[in-house]
């Protein structure tokens, strides 16, 4: 996670200070040392010139070893002194995971993960 945290916070760090806004990192790597990344904001139109910059410094980082499946996490973040943003009420599920749901719902499950990342990819 440290490696995330700083890979965000020097990409961010390149930028010209802008408006403060703040925002959630959620992060799935594979134990194939692969990893997907999505950077969310309630202020897009806030986050567009940096988000980026901000997912190919995340594409840098090293993909630490996972056993058994996928793992999910999320990173709440401030930029700048912040702005509107999510809580720490638990991660916010990116808008592809839930399309990917059925429409009665569902588990974010390493199905739901092989559903929207086949091995292979």
């Known amino acids: 996670m440290k490696a995330v945290i700083k890979a965000a916070s020097d990409a961010i760090g ?12 959620v992060v799935l790597f594979k134990p194939v040392r692969k990893a997907r990344y999505w950077v ?4 897009p139109e ?18 630490p070893p996972v056993f058994g499946g996928p793992l999910a996490f999320a990173l709440l973040y401030d930029v ?6 999510y809580t720490n009420d638990g991660m916010v599920i990116p ?17 739901l993960f092989g559903k929207l990342w086949p091995d292979g990819q």
């Open 14 to 25: 390149q930028q010209p200070k802008g408006p403060g806004f703040s925002g959630q990192i």
């Open 40 to 43: 969310m904001s309630k202020s």
């Open 46 to 63: 806030r986050l567009k010139p940096y988000e980026e910059a901000m997912i190919q410094a995340l594409h840098k980082v090293d993909v």
């Open 80 to 85: 700048w002194e912040g702005g509107a943003g």
């Open 95 to 111: 808008e592809q995971w839930v399309k990917a749901l059925p429409p009665t719902g569902g588990y974010i499950d390493d199905a």
